[in-house]
């Protein structure tokens, strides 16, 4: 079984590429901390190359930038080419076949061409996703309107009524 994953900062602003065939490819490093200090105790990173394909490199040339956290899952590839010298050169790369964007959303932005909506009482997440304990609560200090808030039940239970 060949599958690598990989967590890490990508090293610089992608660059989409395209073969002659006219297929999207874009090449990129990301920088993996190894999770252990030096004897300075600086913290350590591999520096990967990894390489993405067709949806995978629009998406990346598109989303992600300098800096941003990605999640990476493909499969080692190595491969040799002779260089303008007439050396043989040998690669390593991790042929990525997802990636998922793990930078926090920037409540600020807003994607091209899009118009940003107008601002509601509820409070911005600052990550995406159903785990951010924030997601889609009120905004601190909000107060529904008297439409939300829920008429009390006027009903008469006796004892008898209920089956436990």
């Known amino acids: ?65 300098k800096g941003y956290m990605l999640a990476v899952d493909g499969r080692i590839q190595t491969r040799q080419y002779q260089g303008q010298d007439g050396q043989m050169r040998y690669v390593t790369e991790v042929v990525v076949e997802n990636v998922e964007n793990m930078q926090p959303r920037d409540p600020n932005a807003a994607p091209q061409g899009y118009q940003q909506p107008v601002q509601n009482n509820y409070q911005q997440n600052t990550y995406q996703g159903y785990n951010n304990p924030t997601y889609g609560a009120p905004a601190q200090g909000y ?8 008429q009390s039940f006027n009903v008469d239970v006796a004892d008898d009524d209920l089956p436990f």
């Open 1 to 65: 079984m060949n599958k690598v994953i990989l967590t890490g900062r990508i090293t610089k602003d992608p660059e989409v590429r395209y073969t002659t065939q006219g297929i999207p490819s874009v090449s990129f490093t990301i920088a993996v901390d190894r999770g252990m200090r030096d004897a300075n105790g600086n913290r350590q990173a591999d520096f990967i190359s990894c390489v993405a394909w067709r949806g995978q490199a629009d998406f990346i040339s598109r989303y992600i930038k």
């Open 143 to 150: 107060q529904p309107a008297e439409a939300e808030m829920p």
